[in-house]
């Protein structure tokens, strides 16, 4: 497995300026951190072992800061004062700067591993120079990185919040209704069917609210909230294997507050309380 970098190297956004370089640095599945920061500096990469010199340029992350991709073994030794935690962890503990250019680098890192040869003939592609892609040297085709759209809605029925738990998950907590943009579709459609399919609601007086990078592996979470329409809670069984409208005072189990769905949680609760 492999190890990669990214930059930041103080917590405080003042010091995230054009022409830092800050290193995020991936261990398998996990990203190295010291002290809460999981945006390196220099410094952190000469007690890690590792060269800067080898780290792939990914320009600048949302905080200006200029971000690298390193690689390293997967025997790869932390030292004394540093850990290691998932992405989804980190979520939780560190600063929402931090926090979007570590999730800059890993989604940019999956889509890099995952498109080093060319779909339309097979040759091995190579680095743009100029930009982030990849070309096929042989036909010239040129791939950029993926970026795969979910829609995430909050259904409100007379004050009360449509709750679901996914049949996929180990973990207890319950959350908004969420899926995948098909082709063809737009996203208030596709609100609309992924509601029906999952619950068996129809809805309508669909409103945009914001949205959140979801490098899990390279999803853009875009959040809604709409109306109930009609219909009764019919779970489908696959995806979804309890559903139940919820006031804002009995919440079960719910989302961390950096994600975007509790962002539309917490909404509804100031909406309704």
């Known amino acids: 497995m492999q190890c990669q970098v990214s930059p930041l190297a103080d917590r405080t956004r003042e010091h995230y300026n054009a022409g830092v370089q800050v290193y995020i640095v991936r261990v398998e599945d996990k990203l190295i951190s010291r002290e809460g920061r999981v945006l390196l500096a220099q410094t952190d ?55 979007r250019c570590a999730a800059r680098g890993v989604h940019l890192a999956h889509w890099d591993r995952t498109h080093r040869y060319c779909g339309c003939c097979g040759t091995e592609t ?50 908004v209704i ?57 779970v489908d069984g696959v995806e979804i294997d309890h559903a139940f409208w919820c006031r804002p005072d009995e919440l079960p189990d719910i989302p961390p507050r950096s994600s975007v769905a509790r962002y539309l949680i917490d909404w509804f609760v100031a909406s309704h309380s």
């Open 45 to 99: 990469l000469n007690s890690l072992g590792l060269d800067a010199a080898s780290a792939v340029d990914l320009g600048l992350c949302s905080s200006g800061a200029r971000m690298g991709l390193l690689s390293a073994p997967a025997e790869q030794q932390v030292p004394e004062g540093y850990d290691c935690h998932t992405l989804r962890e980190l979520m939780r503990s560190v600063p929402e700067a931090d926090f």
């Open 126 to 175: 190579v680095r743009v120079g100029e930009e982030v892609a990849r070309r096929c040297p042989t036909c010239g085709s040129v791939v950029y990185p993926r970026i795969s759209p979910a829609v995430i809605v909050a259904v409100v029925r007379d004050g009360r919040l449509l709750l679901a738990h996914n049949s996929r998950r180990a973990s207890r907590y319950y959350s």
């Open 178 to 234: 969420a899926g995948f943009v098909e082709p063809g579709e737009t996203l208030e459609e596709c609100v609309a069917r992924e509601v029906a399919e999952e619950t068996g609601i129809t809805v309508g007086n669909i409103r945009y609210m914001r949205s959140q990078p979801w490098p899990f592996p390279d999803s853009l979470m875009i959040a809604f909230v709409c109306d109930y329409q009609a219909g009764e809670i019919q």
